[in-house]
């Protein structure tokens, strides 16, 4: 801990100095005070102040080199110093009022107050500065070493002020790796009907830093396991039930776990860090099969248009989570693509059926390569291999493919001017249907000069007259 507050130094203790000098108290708290102690660098710097906002304000204004007021309604200014977000928030002692969807903020006294507020014992811990004392109210050093998470008050005391804390809980699970505390995990049960009060978007917030996270699969099996997930994911937790009498398929809620972790294995391939459409669309690959599942009399099972419906469901539970529609695009598409390479078979695509791949993956390309790799999670090594083999076939034709023309900006040799003039009509559903002949021409025979195309457009404007 002494390492990384050395490190954070010059922030810290200018702060604390600037504010003291003001007569005002200053500590940092939360977040960075727990990742300091797990030896994790932090740059979100997070503060807690006697000083009310207006005076917060004045001392950040000269302190610091860009100000911006986040939530002044919160009591929080904010601003940057080189690499470091500094956030002030003034001391708080929430009030809730029962059932209500807002707290409503008043501002407190002290630096216990502010504390016993907050959510878990490990994040209730802060370092006064410029001092550096170490304030631990609850225990939180204790919980932190034995790696749990624990409220400060009674979890039913905490959940029933704020419910949001219950999906924080399986967030910080999914981040630090800790395990809940029995009596939260219990609270948790007993109350998460208490979490339809939260607004769609703050426990979309909590999801996606959730699946986002280290271990997922901790925090979703939180979820499902309390009875959270059939609340805000129902999705999920209906994959569970997905077994037949004779526990004959496997599990689709194991193997659905099992994906996303597999596609998480290769996300360096997008370049960045995790990538929540990716992981969400792992999550929700299959979600279609509950719904289409079929019980033949030879004893076999079908899950047929489970990637249509599968990519329904999805875009309705990613539009009542507010997510936009970018994102709902992003992950739909790729559930209901989830399934096309499986046609691929031994490798006899033709052409058109590349490029049509390509074109209906657009942005996503990437991430379907990950997302089909990733749902394989047969125990029989010769047959993940072989898929693994094949769909490197088809990785390597796309790119002869993409080498020989532009596939990435597929685009029929003539444009909508050209269309208009060499048919000589004007703008409107000819047009459109003229497009979408050259397009298809595109896709089936690949690049024609524009004399050939501007050929087959008149013999096929000819044969329609
Ligand atoms: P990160 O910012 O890395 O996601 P964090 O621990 O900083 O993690 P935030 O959501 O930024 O989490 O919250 C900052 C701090 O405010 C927390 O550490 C916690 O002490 C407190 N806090 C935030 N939300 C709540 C809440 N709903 N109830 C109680 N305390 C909260
Ligand atoms: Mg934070």
């Known amino acids: 801990m002494t390492a990384e507050l050395d490190r954070i130094a010059p922030v810290i203790d200018s702060l604390g100095e600037a ?3 003001s007569g005002f108290e200053l500590a940092l708290v939360g977040g960075p005070v727990r990742d300091a102690m ?23 204004r000269t302190w610091g080199e860009a100000l911006w007021d986040m939530g002044r309604d919160f009591g929080t200014i904010g601003t940057r110093k080189g690499p470091w977000q500094v956030e002030v928030t003034t001391y708080r002692s929430e009030a809730y009022e029962a059932d209500s969807r807002k707290p409503s903020v008043a501002y407190g006294t002290s630096l216990a107050d502010d504390l016993v507020r907050r959510d878990f014992t490990v994040n209730a811990m802060a370092v006064r500065l410029p001092g550096r004392e170490v304030v631990d109210l609850y225990g939180g050093v204790v919980d932190l070493a034995t790696r749990v998470l624990r409220t400060p008050g009674t979890p039913e005391a905490s959940f029933s002020d704020d419910p949001l804390r219950m999906m924080r809980a399986a967030r910080f699970a999914a981040q630090l790796g800790f395990e809940v505390a029995p009596e939260v995990v219990a609270a948790m049960k ?14 979309r917030d909590e999801l996606v830093k959730l699946i986002c996270a280290p271990f997922p699969r901790r925090g979703l099996s939180l979820l499902v396991e309390t009875g959270l997930a059939e609340l805000v994911l129902p999705e999920l937790t209906a994959l569970k039930m997905e077994r037949d009498e004779h526990n004959r398929h496997k599990d689709v809620y194991e193997h659905t776990l099992t994906v996303l972790e597999q596609s998480i294995d290769q996300e360096k391939r997008l370049g960045g860090g995790p990538d929540f459409i990716s992981r969400f669309a792992a999550l929700m690959h299959d979600v279609g099969k509950p719904r289409t599942r079929k019980f033949h009399d030879d004893g076999t099972v079908s899950f047929h ?5 599968g990519a329904k469901l999805t875009r309705k539970r990613m539009k009542a989570l507010r997510f936009s529609n970018d994102e709902i695009d992003a992950v739909s598409s790729l559930v209901e693509l989830h399934l096309r390479f499986h046609g691929y078979g031994d490798g006899e695509w033709t052409d058109s059926a590349v490029r049509r791949y390509v074109r209906d993956a657009g942005d996503q390309l990437e991430r379907l390569h990950i997302l089909t790799r990733a749902d394989c999670t047969t125990r029989n090594r010769r047959k993940a291999d ?13 790119e002869r493919i993409s080498e020989e023309e532009e596939l990435a900006a597929l685009r029929p040799a003539l444009d909508g001017n050209q269309i208009m003039s060499l048919l000589d009509i004007s703008p409107g559903r000819e047009v459109g249907a003229a497009y979408k002949f050259l397009m298809d021409l595109r896709l089936d025979e690949g690049v024609l000069s524009e004399d050939e195309a501007a050929k087959r457009l008149l013999a096929w404007w000819a044969e329609r007259s």
């Open 386 to 398: 072989r898929l693994a083999r094949t769909y490197d076939a088809l990785e390597a034709r796309i």
């Open 305 to 309: 248009h489970h990637d249509v419906v």
């Open 19 to 21: 504010f003291a000098r």
């Open 38 to 60: 797990l030896g994790r660098p932090h740059n979100d710097l997070d503060f807690t102040t006697s000083a009310r906002p207006e005076e917060t304000e004045k001392i950040l």
């Open 190 to 203: 007993d109350m998460a009907s208490r979490i339809s009060i939260i607004s769609a978007e703050r426990v």
